[in-house]
């Protein structure tokens, strides 16, 4: 067994070295040993996890295609150049917003640079509103309804009569208080922008462009509004469907009434989301697979498609081992999984990835499925190591050189607030599944 970990092991690192599908297909490798030098019998594929994670992106695809996120980003530009002074509080439930409503932190980036021009322009150190915006980008992941994440959580908990609701009414306060006490923390974070070395540096050297970034207008803001309004509508009903299982089909299957079940609701919903989006605003279907967030989410589809399917044909074969070693601690010491969640994170840099390599292992332990609820946010670990894409964009957007990445690497603009933010939304969570 613990060769067999090993090669796991080996293949998430040198899957996340690779970058982009490197991660799904290194994910076959190591299925590859398991079954033909271990033999390994594979387990079945996240089919469902996948196909709900392709329609939410095909949605999501239309809407950017159409100007959805592009209208958003004006908005959102807006809203920060009127209350500049308070940026750094703003700015983290703007991108929490974005990924809320999309379900994938990869919309961030374009409000990003918007960000650090505010904060420079207003004097106010741009590393306090990006480190925690991007972040909060990564909060919001566990606490969308539509996201990868989330949908891969809800599908292993159908077993336990739990609900999106269920699910929700967790995580979106707890992520959202975390977010807010990571805000007020970077509010004092470094020296003030007037007085920060490199910053001084940069103007006495002429290296600070004086040119503005302003985002581009929406070339058709009532085709923009509309794509917004119905993916926002799809997502509405999959809560509501979610929510009030009283609500969704019923069929007659062996002579027992079965309700539709909620993988099916969403590939749906999200799927007719898409066509009506191109239908309604006359959208190219092929410009919808040219924007940033198709690929991204198609990365997220073969990430889960080889390491789920592996991490699930390694559990499985070694279940009773795993079980046996490891099951007393983790039955005393419950919170000990959201450790092995956030480590997991690290090295997989993708929070549905995790939840589909790791949490199986947890339902086999016992571990209560409100228990796992809480510790949800483990997953957004994967601002430990500073190349993930949106801190590298974050750290080029600002001029400044405040967001920067430390002299030991680990001491980058992101860790503290991402900790923070990680550990008081736990916290919070916590909290929440005692009260409920």
Request: no cysteine.
């Given at each position: 067994m613990i060769l067999q970990l090993l090669f796991v092991l080996t293949a998430i690192i040198v899957g996340a070295r690779l970058g982009g599908i490197g991660l799904g297909v290194m994910g076959g490798v190591g299925l590859c040993i398991l079954t033909f030098v271990f033999g390994l019998e594979p387990t079945a594929p996240p089919i469902d996890v996948m196909l709900m994670i392709v329609a939410v992106i095909s949605a999501a695809s239309c809407m950017q295609a159409a100007g959805g996120l592009d209208y958003m980003v004006k908005l959102a530009e807006r809203l920060l150049r009127k209350n500049p002074s308070h940026v750094t509080i703003l700015s983290p439930l703007v991108t929490y917003l974005f990924t809320f409503v999309a379900g994938t932190g990869h919309v961030a980036y374009s409000v990003l640079p918007v960000i650090a021009e505010v904060a420079t322009e207003t004097k106010i150190r741009p590393e306090r509103p990006l480190g925690i915006a991007v972040i909060a980008s990564q909060q919001a992941i566990t606490a969308s309804p539509i996201s990868a994440a989330t949908v891969a959580l809800l599908a292993l908990l159908t077993g336990y009569d739990i609900s999106l609701f269920d699910i929700?009414?967790?995580?979106?306060?707890?992520?959202?208080?975390?977010?807010?006490?990571?805000?007020?923390?970077?509010?004092?974070?470094?020296?003030?922008?007037?007085?920060?070395?490199?910053?001084?540096?940069?103007?006495?050297?002429?290296?600070?462009?004086?040119?503005?970034?302003?985002?581009?207008?929406?070339?058709?803001?009532?085709?923009?509004?509309?794509?917004?309004?119905?993916?926002?509508?799809?997502?509405?009903?999959?809560?509501?469907?979610?929510?009030?299982?009283?609500?969704?089909?019923?069929?007659?299957?062996?002579?027992?009434?079965?309700?539709?079940?909620?993988?099916?609701?969403?590939?749906?919903?999200?799927?007719?989301?898409?066509?009506?989006?191109?239908?309604?605003?006359?959208?190219?279907?092929?410009?919808?697979?040219?924007?940033?967030?198709?690929?991204?989410?198609?990365?997220?589809?073969?990430?889960?498609?080889?390491?789920?399917?592996?991490?699930?044909?390694?559990?499985?074969?070694?279940?009773?081992?795993?079980?046996?070693?490891?099951?007393?601690?983790?039955?005393?010491?419950?919170?000990?999984?959201?450790?092995?969640?956030?480590?997991?994170?690290?090295?997989?840099?993708?929070?549905?990835?995790t939840v589909r390599a790791i949490m199986p292992l947890s339902i086999a332990l016992g571990i209560s499925p409100y228990m796992l609820i809480a510790l949800f946010p483990a997953v957004n670990g994967y601002f430990f190591i500073p190349n993930y894409p949106t801190v590298v964009a974050a750290i080029n957007f600002d001029r400044t050189g405040t967001t920067r990445i430390g002299k030991y690497v680990l001491n980058h603009s992101f860790m503290v607030p991402g900790l923070i933010a990680t550990f008081a939304a736990i916290a919070v969570g916590l909290l929440l599944i005692q009260l409920y």
């Open positions: 929700l009414k967790v995580t979106i306060p707890a992520t959202l208080i975390g977010v807010l006490v990571g805000a007020i923390f970077s509010m004092r974070v470094g020296k003030e922008l007037l007085d920060d070395p490199e910053y001084q540096r940069r103007v006495r050297e002429g290296i600070l462009s004086a040119k503005a970034h302003k985002t581009a207008d929406v070339a058709h803001v009532g085709r923009a509004r509309i794509s917004v309004a119905i993916f926002l509508l799809a997502t509405f009903l999959i809560v509501l469907f979610g929510s009030i299982e009283s609500m969704r089909p019923a069929f007659m299957v062996d002579g027992n009434l079965v309700k539709l079940d909620m993988p099916s609701i969403i590939e749906i919903l999200m799927l007719s989301a898409a066509a009506l989006i191109m239908l309604v605003t006359r959208t190219d279907g092929i410009k919808a697979t040219q924007g940033s967030v198709f690929p991204a989410g198609m990365q997220a589809v073969i990430a889960i498609f080889g390491i789920a399917w592996m991490g699930d044909t390694f559990l499985q074969g070694n279940l009773a081992t795993l079980t046996a070693s490891i099951e007393n601690v983790v039955t005393e010491m419950p919170w000990l999984f959201g450790l092995a969640l956030f480590v997991m994170s690290i090295l997989l840099y993708s929070q549905a990835a």
